[in-house]
């Protein structure tokens, strides 16, 4: 299965800043996904990343909140900007990956936890 | 993606196996059932998927009824590091994303 780096794992924001998320890849793969987990909440979809053409975001989330790139098929950063207490959540990465006949599997990085004081 | 339901939370003894049960009566003929857990404060982990034949790996058995409107993960010895919030999902295959509901919270007990 791929493996999923994410950076940072943790981090401590101030109200009004931004902070990128990175997210790396040990293989190639097409598409990748960003989650937001929010205290005691499940998952929900932020976006889906294609290399080479724009996130399609998740109504409720919007380009300028949280921009993403994808700049090739092993790497993607997600932005979460102009924070505010309520954006203090996990952030997840997640890729797909193909398996044939045996459909696709999607896997999931360890997450990023930011938390907006 | 079919919703599924699945109960809010469940017990198990130590060594026994757990059998979590999900309803999934609107899933299309397209949809395989995928299984996660989560365990606090890491990212979702894959157990297993399956379309409409029983699947077993190392971790898990899925149990798809003929229907496939319902099916049944099987932990064959749980132990206290299973314990952990498992999401059944179920959803095409390909270019999509997964659509998370809340789980079931799984506490395995000593």
């Known amino acids: 299965s791929a493996v999923i780096s994410q950076k940072p794992s943790r981090d401590i924001c101030q109200r009004g800043t931004s902070l990128t998320i990175q997210c790396q890849v040990d293989?190639?793969?097409?598409?990748m996904f960003w989650y937001r987990q929010q205290p005691g909440q499940s998952l929900t979809l932020i976006a889906t990343?294609?290399?080479?053409?724009?996130?399609?975001?998740e109504s409720g989330f919007v380009i300028d909140k949280f921009p993403i790139s994808r700049p090739n098929l092993t790497f993607s950063t997600l932005t979460v900007s102009n924070m505010s207490p309520e954006d203090s959540s996990i952030y997840l990465c997640?890729?797909?990956?193909?398996?044939?006949?045996?459909?696709?599997?999607?896997?999931f990085g360890e997450g990023s936890w930011l938390t907006v004081v | 993606d079919a919703k599924t339901t699945q109960p809010t939370s469940m017990d198990c003894a130590e060594g026994r196996a757990a059998n979590l049960p999900c309803n999934h009566s609107?899933?299309?003929?397209?949809?395989?059932v995928y299984w996660y857990r989560q365990i606090h404060s890491q990212g979702p982990q894959y157990i297993i998927h399956g379309l409409k034949n029983n699947e077993t790996n190392e971790m898990a058995s899925l149990i798809i009824t003929e229907d496939r409107k319902s099916s049944t993960l099987i932990l064959p010895h749980a132990t206290l590091r299973d314990t952990a919030v498992y999401y059944c999902?179920?959803?095409?295959?390909?270019?999509?994303?997964?659509?998370f509901g809340k789980g079931t919270r799984l506490s395995v007990i000593a």
């Open positions: 997640s890729v797909e990956e193909t398996h044939g006949w045996y459909g696709n599997t999607i896997y």
């Open positions: 990343a294609n290399q080479g053409s724009e996130a399609t975001y």
């Open positions: 609107t899933i299309s003929g397209n949809e395989y």
């Open positions: 999902i179920a959803s095409p295959s390909g270019n999509t994303p997964l659509v």
């Open positions: 293989s190639q793969v097409t598409m």
